[in-house]
């Protein structure tokens, strides 16, 4: 699983961290606090798992991040050949690499022999390796140490108490408590209503379509169709029925409806950005494919401008998934695949086509308006 981090910038006395818009900055300053921060860059508590954080040129600004499982000793060698050449770029110098999971005994950390075939790896590509970790979860008292330093060692403190913690917290983050935990946020909520829906739209394609509509009224229904899935997720209505799914379905089929859609996802961290996501989980859940893909590149280019690497790149295999044809979804996930900075991804709607959804910011908290999506007690978006 390779995604952006929430950006570090590493400076002597600690590793400084330069997040997404609305989020403030924090400094982290020893091995543990890097390591119990861990579940809030990537939005979930990883286990058994290397993590690497790829350090950016010039200084140490962290680019990439990336997760996979701890290989069996035989594959150790085919994982570290696969995994480095993600950083071998003119934007990297070197990697941190904590490697989560197994018990230490009297000769240090386990895996030792795959951090050692880490380090020479990435001495094949020219690349340091600046840090290598090892902890045995990512909880409280947990114990940690360096692979190179027997005397760099000791305990965990609270996640919950870390600075990127608060910042992540403050900016409505949640972390779940496993990446297997975050991928069933996408699951269908009812296969049985994903399968009545899948033939009544083989039945009927164009559900918004009537003898005598022109293209604009059409157009103009699929707009009305988004806009009354918008205000039902503020009345916190529930998931749509069989007829409004199917109507939602082929309104995300418009060219300018998709833009549109994408637009909301600019600038980040808005309280409309953030509803929006709400609008595409839930939809991600309730279409059946090849239709799901659009809710899924929606959900998946929103997840990737707010920095949220682990929930984009689920929600784009699952567009991809849905429709492996699909042009924009595959551009998309090869984007993210390769580590794009996501502000280079910004201009992705064609704002030119796109049509006006009508859609205003919802009420504040306490405004007395409808409920918008910062006064719900469950975990905002659903995925973080």
Not at 320 to 332: M, R, S
Request: aromatic share 4%; glycine share 8%.
């Amino acid at each position: 699983m390779l995604a952006p981090i929430r950006g570090f910038a590493a400076h002597s006395g600690g590793v400084t961290t330069s997040t997404p818009p609305g989020i403030s900055r924090a400094t982290l300053s020893n091995p543990a606090d890097l390591i119990a921060s861990l579940p809030y860059l990537l939005g979930f508590r990883p286990d058994d798992s290397l993590v690497l954080l790829g350090h950016r040129v010039p200084g140490t600004t962290i680019g990439l991040m990336l997760r996979a499982d701890l290989p069996p000793r035989e594959l150790q060698a085919q994982q570290a050949d696969a995994l480095i050449p993600r950083f071998a770029d003119h934007e990297h110098n070197g990697v941190t690499a904590v490697l989560v999971g197994g018990s230490a005994d009297e000769n240090g950390p386990p895996h030792r022999e795959f951090a050692a075939e880490l380090e020479r790896g990435l001495a094949r590509h020219n690349l340091r390796l600046f840090h290598a970790l090892w902890t045995a979860e990512i909880e409280p008292g947990a114990p940690w140490s360096c692979y190179r330093d027997p005397d760099c060692r000791g305990v965990l403190p609270d996640p919950q108490e870390t600075v990127i913690a608060a910042a992540t917290t403050e900016a409505g983050f949640v972390v779940f408590r496993s990446r297997e935990e975050l991928a069933a946020v996408l699951e269908p909520r009812s296969p049985e209503a994903i399968a009545r829906r899948a033939d009544l739209l083989a039945s009927c394609p164009e559900p918004l379509c009537s003898p005598g509509m022109s293209h604009s009224d059409v157009l103009d229904a699929a707009v009305g169709e988004l806009r009354d899935a918008f205000l039902r997720q503020r009345r916190g209505a529930g998931p749509p029925d069989d007829d409004q799914a199917v109507r939602l379905a082929h309104a995300l089929t418009f060219n300018p409806v998709r833009d549109a859609c994408l637009a909301l996802a600019v600038p980040p961290h808005t309280s409309l950005t953030r509803e929006a996501e709400e609008v595409w989980l839930t939809l991600v859940r309730e279409l059946p494919p090849p239709h799901r893909a659009e809710a899924a590149l929606h959900l998946g280019y929103t997840a990737l401008m707010r920095g949220e690497g682990a929930l984009a790149g689920m929600a784009l295999a699952n567009a991809v998934e849905a429709d492996p044809a699909h042009v924009v979804a595959q551009l998309l996930q090869a984007a993210w695949n390769i580590g794009t900075d996501p502000a280079k991804l910004t201009g992705l709607a064609d704002l030119s086509t796109a049509v006006d959804l009508g859609l205003s910011p919802p009420p504040e908290p306490g405004s007395g308006g409808e409920a918008g999506p910062g006064q719900r007690s469950g975990p905002p978006r659903g995925m973080r």
